[in-house]
Structures are given as C-alpha cells and as structure tokens.
C-alpha cells in the first residue's frame, strides 16, 4: 500500500472522527471489559452503529451491489479481496445479517480493533502458531455448522500490488470445506482509490455481493481447488468493473 495514501485514510478518519472518539470509544470499552451484562446482539449492533458513524464522518462512501445474492440462511463463509484497510468496515456496512470475522492475531492488539474483536464474532489467528490455528478453524467450522457467518479475506494482505488480487490461501477454505456450507464470495471494489488525491475522499467503495458457491458445487474439490474457484469468480468480476 502507499504509505503516502495510507497516512491520508489514517489522518482523515482520526480528524474526522475526532469528537466521535470521545461519545462511543468509552461504551465501546465498558461491553468490551463487561461482556455478560450485554447480549450479542447489543454489542454487535452497537458495533455496527460506531462503524457507521465512523464511516459516515470520514466521508467515505459505500454502494452495494448483489445484495439479493446473499442466501436468507445464516452459515455462511463470505470471501472477499483485500484492497485496503476499510474493506472490513465496508462488508460491515452493507451486510445485513450479524456477520463475524477471522483475521491475523497482530492486528487485533491495536486500540479500536482490540474493542471490536470483542463486540463482534471473531476469530484470531496466531499464524506463527501452527496448534493456534488448527484450533481457531476448528471453531469456525463449528460456528459455521451452528448457524454463524464469517467472513474472511483469503489473501492474507492487501500491500503487494494496489487493487491486484493475490493468490488465496488454500487453509482458509478448510472450515466451510468441513462444514458443508455455503461459500459468498464478494468483490470489493476501488477502496484503494477512496483518497488517491490527497486528502479528498475521490472513490466509492463498491461491494458486489456475488452468486453464492453452494457445498454441492465444491464437493471432492480440494482446498486448493475451492480457494482457485472462489479467487476466479471474484476475479472474473474485478475484470468487468475495475478500471
């Protein structure tokens, strides 16, 4: 990622969300500190409610495509690209159901994510830690077979090439492989762009919420076969929008 572009999103969303801080960060930190006086509900909603207001204030702007795509049965594993730091807050934003999410350990002991891994279904993973991760999926298979969502972004990383895919990991696709469940791959659109000039918000955030990979479709495919499949389909799509 361009670390000028980079100091931009950072330095517009704190500036931007400046007094916001000090309204929600304090609750934020209270369910995170008291979580069994709170249901899931509450603190995912009032999670979603601060990704919101954040994302609002920060004057990024999010459209959502394929949103009829998206099955009415929860247990669902949504695969996306990685292109910028807000494509999670994007997916959040748009996805109308309780959706959890899996990510990299390191990342989750910064102050904001640390409260919001808490308030939200999640799932760490300590990659330098081969039992850490063998563990977590099992988890998220067993979330998936209960009834949960989670989204995942299978590459890993989005600082390679700005707006390029990468190649997805073939481990991430262990869990919904287990658990026989449907695979919603999503094609997030042009983040890399939201401040390409400067400070100035130029770009929507486009998520295109694709046709869903029923069990049936992967079936005796392996997870490198699966993670080629769902990397095709979102690929296939970044080649007709993204310019």
């Known amino acids: 990622m361009n670390k000028k572009r980079g100091a931009s999103i950072l330095f517009k969303a704190i500036t931007k969300n400046f007094f916001n801080v000090f309204i929600y960060y304090p609750k934020m930190v209270h369910m995170t500190c008291n979580p069994k006086k ?19 204030a920060a004057g990024l702007k999010i459209e959502a495509y394929g949103l009829e795509n998206i099955p009415a049965k929860d247990g669902l594993y949504v695969c996306s690209n990685h292109q ?18 899996i990510l990299d350990d390191i990342v989750t002991h910064r102050p904001f994510i640390r409260e919001l891994c808490h308030l939200v279904p999640s799932k760490k993973l300590i990659k330098r830690n081969t039992h850490s991760v063998v563990k977590a999926y099992s988890e998220i298979t067993k979330a998936l077979k209960s009834g949960e969502n989670y989204m995942i972004f299978p590459e890993g990383g989005y600082e390679k090439v700005d707006g390029k895919l990468e190649d997805f990991h073939a ?9 026989h469940c449907p695979i919603l791959p999503v094609a997030v659109i042009d983040s ?6 400067g400070y ?31 990397k095709s389909r979102i690929q296939a799509h970044l080649d007709i929008y993204q310019k």
């Not at 910028?84 to 999410?101: C, N, Q």
């Not at 481990?171 to 658990?179: E, H, M, T």
């Not at 890399?192 to 000039?197: E, Q, V």
């Open 200 to 230: 100035k918000t130029t770009n929507p955030i486009q998520v295109h919420y694709l046709k869903p990979i029923a069990p049936e479709e992967y079936e005796g495919m392996t997870t490198a076969e699966i993670a080629a499949l769902v």
């Open 192 to 197: 890399y762009k939201i401040f390409d000039k």
């Open 171 to 179: 481990g991430s696709f262990k869990s919904p492989q287990r658990a």
């Open 38 to 56: 709170y249901t899931r509900e509450e603190m995912y909603n009032y999670c979603l409610k601060i990704v919101k207001v954040v994302t609002d």
């Open 84 to 101: 910028e730091k807000f494509d999670p807050l994007a997916i959040w934003y748009t996805f109308p159901r309780m959706l959890g999410v």
